[in-house]
């Protein structure tokens, strides 16, 4: 049987949109049977409707001052779908171990910067302020901690003369659109196997320069 995968979004869901375009195309051997968000307004929800994909909303707003609860929820409706993998892309949640123990090994994200620089937020400024010479991307594992579970691969692009934020990201997210996927289907493929220990990966981070 496919692995089943879910892909968490908060928005219009571009990373989730090269996903399902790799998917496709490379016939991976898996089946993207979630698309689901904490928004229900989140564009990416109709690009997912549109491809045939179920499609869900948990509203984190219902879980005010919850945090936990809003987690444990989340971990059961993906639990009763059955599912592998969870890939965010763009969920605009930090995740609670609520959530990440029963998944422990089987969640991936996409952070714009090269950690461990730069978790959390505003990351594309805060490398420009930082008077650094190269940005980028992550794929990593993900853990209890923000933006702090094991790296898998790395897209770097140069931050040019002149760059603002608005500039730099825009190129960075080329770099994500072609590195997710590629890094999620050597995943799927036993690359890095679905339930293992995270901290039994083997090997290092694999950069990509640009």
Known sequence: MKPRLAILISGRGSNMAALLKAAQ?????????????????????????????????????AFRGRRGDFDAQLAEVLQDQKIDLVILAGFMRILGPNFTRPFSGRILNIHPSLLPLYPGLDTHQRAIDAGDSVAGCTVHLVDETLDGGKPLAQAKVPILPGDDAEALAARVLVEEHQLYPRVVREFIDSRFKIGMDPAASSGSVVEVEK
């Open 25 to 61: 195309a490379e016939n991976w051997e898996a089946e993207v049977s979630l698309v689901l968000s904490n928004k229900p307004l989140a564009g990416g929800l109709k690009t997912a409707a549109e491809h045939g994909i179920k499609t869900a909303v948990l509203d984190h707003r």
